[in-house]
């Protein structure tokens, strides 16, 4: 006899599965940021690999749970109904716990990668592990030098050329004496900045739908557990009392009836 609620369950079910394509999603999106940031030049962007494994590992946990919670609603196992729940629990903590304080350090994100890129100018004087990532960097994303052209001094490098001379791209410079040099108008640290940013900002969706997805796989499954544990009982007949009753006839009456 089933326990459960059959509407219940099937809600709960949906519920899952839905929670597994957010886990597949969130799989997808990280493999998209992953070759996005690569393919302009955001390898060297410091946090990035911790960042893509997070992601990675909580879409797969994420599918994993979604998985053990809808086999246990299906089969109406407590077991596993009672690890669903305990992972939701776990789970909602973990992304409240590491989201608000996510939200609080985005806003100083740009600060703190000004303050570090400031101490790598001039950037031809920097080390040449420095210099190479600039360049890539300058490549990538068409720009030169972290703020400014004038970050590189007296030895802009070719990367800072412009190719294609458009007025949007390219500005002409005085390079050294009598010398003009077209080379990329926009600076690398705003481009930075703004793949940081949105590589955070993806990462604080992920948390926070978590968190809400979370709260109610808990209290689903704690329904179910409940119903699980008293289930429901046979409904009582209601009958009439006595006192509510046509009494029947006496015997005393019977025998004293009036003949015709």
């Known amino acids: 006899m089933a326990q459960i609620n059959s509407c219940l369950k099937r809600v709960f079910i949906v519920f899952n599965i839905f929670f597994a394509v957010v886990g597949a999603v969130i799989l997808g999106l990280t493999l998209l940021s992953q070759v996005v940031i690569s393919s302009h030049g955001g390898d060297q962007v410091e946090g990035r690999t911790a960042g893509l494994i997070i992601l990675y590992i909580m879409g797969s946990v994420t599918m ?12 109406e196992n407590r077991v596993c109904l009672i690890v669903f729940l305990v992972c939701m629990v776990i789970g909602s903590l973990i992304t409240l716990r590491t989201g608000i304080p996510a939200v609080i350090a985005r806003s100083q994100i740009e600060g703190l990668l000004r303050e570090k890129f400031s101490e790598l100018v001039p950037l031809d004087k920097a080390p040449s592990d420095v210099r190479d990532m600039a360049d890539e960097l300058q490549k990538e994303l068409h720009c030169c030098g972290l ?67 979370a709260i109610l796989g808990v209290t689903l499954s704690s329904i179910m557990l409940h119903q699980m544990r ?10 009439l009392p006595a006192i509510f009753t046509t009494a029947p006839p006496k015997y005393q009456e019977l025998q004293s009836a009036p003949l015709y």
């Open 64 to 75: 994993v749970i979604a998985i053990l919670g809808a086999y246990g609603a299906h089969k």
């Open 147 to 213: 703020f400014s052209y004038k970050d590189w001094e007296e030895e802009i490098p070719d990367s800072c050329v412009c190719r294609d001379d458009t007025e949007s791209e390219c500005q002409q410079i005085n390079y050294r004496i009598l010398m003009s040099q077209s080379i990329y108008s926009k600076p690398c640290f705003p481009i930075i900045v703004y793949f940081v940013l949105l590589f955070a900002d993806i990462m604080l969706g992920v948390i926070f739908s978590l968190a809400v997805l």
């Open 230 to 239: 008293y289930p429901a009982r046979a409904h009582a007949v209601l009958t």
